[in-house]
C-alpha cells in the first residue's frame, strides 16, 4: 500500500510524566521499522462501514484513511476537548459542584441519573463524562468554568488551534450541537494530545465507577460507553464514543496494537455496533500484516542460516 506521512502537532499539557507520542531524532529507525511493517498491509482488504476513517501510528504514518479531511459532527467525542480544558485551567478537581436546571439538554431532552440537587467533585464529574458520555456532567464542568460557558466554549476552540485542529470548531461541552465538527485528521491529533493526560487516560478507559452524589443514599455505579474494553484482544489508552443523530455512531481510541501505538478515528458509523466492529476490523488488518512480516523474517533468516553453512570434508 502506499504509506503516506502525516504530520502531527502535538502540545503537551500534562498533569504529570506522561509516555511522549511524538517520534524524536532517535526514533527514526523504529519509523522506519514500523513503514516496512505497514507496507504488509493491503488497505483494499480493509472494508469498513464508517463513513470517515483514519489509522496512524504513533510516528505519524498513515496505514489507512478514509475522507480523513471531511469536516463532519462528532458528538460526544467532543468530551476529550472539555476533559483537555478543564485540565489545563487546573481548576480544583475535588472542589464540589451542585447539578442545576442549567445543566439540563433542552437541545435533545437527553435523560440523565445525575438529577437537580446531585452534587459531585469536578473530578467525578470529569471521568462521568468521559467513560459514561454523562451529558449533564459535562454541561456543569463548562458552566462552572472561570467566565461561564461562553469562556469554556471560547478556550475548547482556542486550545484546538494549539493543537492544529484547523478544520474543526466547538460550541457546547457535551458534544450536543450538531456545530462540534472535526476532521478524523483533526481528531487523531486531539486524541494524541488526550494521551498526554493521566486523568484522561484513566477516566476513559475505566469500566466501572461508583459516585454518591446524593446524601444518605446509596451509590450510582457507571460502566464505559466503550465495550471493547472488555475485550481481552484489547490494550487501549484513551478513548471516548459519541452519538447524535447528525453524526452517527463514533469512537476515537489510542491503542496498543501488536506492540505499536495506533490511532483509531472512526466517524459515522451506521448502527450501533458498527463503530466496534470496524475497531476489530482495524486490529485483526494490522495484526495480519505484523504475523506476515514475520513469516518474511523467519524465512529470510533461515535462508541466511543455510547459505552461511559450509560443508564438512
Known amino acids: 500500500m502506499r504509506i503516506q506521512i502525516l504530520l502531527i502537532a502535538l502540545i503537551c499539557a500534562s498533569l504529570g510524566p506522561a509516555p511522549s507520542l511524538a ?16 507496507e504488509q498491509l493491503d488497505d483494499r482488504r480493509l472494508k469498513l462501514k464508517s463513513e470517515a476513517a483514519l489509522v496512524v501510528d504513533h510516528f505519524g504514518n498513515t ?75 459535562a454541561a456543569a464542568l463548562g458552566r462552572t468554568f472561570p467566565g461561564g460557558m461562553d469562556a469554556f466554549v471560547a478556550a475548547m476552540n482556542r486550545k484546538a488551534r494549539e493543537l492544529g485542529m484547523q478544520n474543526s470548531r466547538f460550541a457546547d461541552p457535551a458534544g450536543l450541537h450538531v456545530e462540534n465538527q ?18 484522561i487516560r484513566k477516566a476513559s478507559t475505566n469500566t466501572r465507577y461508583e459516585v454518591r ?35 452517527g455512531r463514533c469512537l476515537v481510541m489510542k491503542a496498543t496494537i501488536g506492540g505499536e501505538r495506533i490511532a483509531i478515528v472512526l466517524l459515522n458509523s451506521y448502527g450501533k455496533l458498527t463503530p466496534f466492529g470496524d475497531a476489530n476490523r482495524v486490529r485483526k488488518w494490522i495484526e495480519s500484516g505484523i504475523v506476515k512480516q514475520r513469516q518474511q523474517q523467519a524465512a529470510v533468516s533461515k535462508s541466511n542460516a543455510t547459505e552461511t553453512v559450509e560443508p564438512a570434508g
Open 23 to 38: 517520534a524524536g531524532p532517535g526514533d527514526s529507525h523504529s519509523s522506519q521499522r514500523a513503514l516496512r511493517l505497514w
Open 213 to 247: 452524589p446524593y446524601k444518605g443514599r446509596g451509590p450510582l455505579v457507571y460502566g464505559n460507553t466503550n465495550r471493547l474494553l472488555k475485550n481481552k484482544n484489547w490494550s487501549i489508552d484513551v478513548s471516548k464514543t459519541g452519538y447524535i443523530m447528525e453524526a
Open 182 to 199: 472535526s476532521t478524523a485528521a483533526d481528531l487523531a491529533r486531539m486524541v494524541d494530545a488526550a494521551q498526554d493526560y493521566p486523568l
Open 63 to 137: 496505514l489507512y484513511a478514509q475522507k480523513d479531511d471531511t469536516p463532519k459532527p462528532i458528538a460526544s467525542l467532543t468530551k476529550l476537548m472539555t476533559a483537555m480544558v478543564i485540565l489545563d485551567a487546573k481548576l480544583p478537581l475535588d472542589e464540589k459542584i451542585e447539578i442545576t436546571k442549567a445543566d439540563r439538554d433542552l437541545l435533545r431532552l437527553t435523560g440523565s441519573r445525575l438529577k437537580y440537587g446531585a452534587r459531585l467533585t469536578r473530578g467525578e464529574l470529569l471521568t462521568l463524562a468521559l467513560m459514561s458520555s454523562e451529558n449533564r456532567a
